[in-house]
């Protein structure tokens, strides 16, 4: 599929069929997050894939939605940050490295014909712990996967316009 017409495509789901994703698929979506670019090519970032019900069950306190917890697979994207790249000002490359990882395999699972849905608001500790994570690891983002139950709405999008600006902030062309 054409990129654009891919990344047009792509919306977050919040309700799958119980239909399970096939491991060829989820094998095709880590292949995407293996070439992710990372700052340095350091390549800090651990994927993690839930398909078991009590795995998925054990993430319930971290976010409480049966949509979430009843998807037929969550992905997890954890950051290592002492191996992570810093900036010279101290910022850590290690979020943007693994919103990148999200961001492949989001693209590569509706290339597949499978809807995700970031998810980045949940608790971190009990996040954590149901990961079983090291102190230096983090949770970064999860994604629930699978097929959709409905069909995709029409997304509404600034023109680009709004959201672009030439040679300085609010330059325009």
């Known amino acids: 599929m054409e990129m654009l017409e891919l990344m047009k495509r792509r919306y977050s789901v919040r309700d799958f069929k119980t239909k399970p994703v096939e491991e060829e698929k989820i094998l095709k979506i880590l292949e995407a997050a293996k070439w992710a670019p990372s700052a340095c ?3 800090p970032c651990t994927v993690i ?3 078991d019900a009590a795995s998925k069950e054990k993430l319930r306190p971290a976010y409480n939605r049966d949509w979430f917890i009843n998807a037929p ?3 997890a994207v954890c ?5 992570a790249w810093t900036r010279s000002d101290g910022l850590g490359y290690g979020m943007v490295d693994a919103a990148i990882i ?3 395999m989001i693209l590569a699972a509706t290339d597949l014909g499978l809807g995700t849905c970031w998810i ?9 712990n149901a ?3 090291p102190e230096h690891v983090d949770p970064v983002a999860f994604c629930p996967l699978g097929y959709g ?3 995709a709405p029409v997304k509404k999008r600034k023109d680009v316009d709004a959201i672009t600006s030439w040679e300085y902030f609010g330059g325009t062309k």
Do not use: T, Y
């Open 102 to 104: 999200m961001d492949h």
């Open 120 to 128: 980045g608001a949940f608790k971190v500790i009990e996040a954590r």
């Open 41 to 43: 090519n350091i390549q």
């Open 149 to 151: 139950a409905k069909e």
């Open 131 to 133: 990961l079983q994570l």
């Open 79 to 83: 950051v290592d940050r002492k191996s």
């Open 49 to 51: 894939v839930l398909r």
């Open 73 to 75: 697979v969550i992905i």
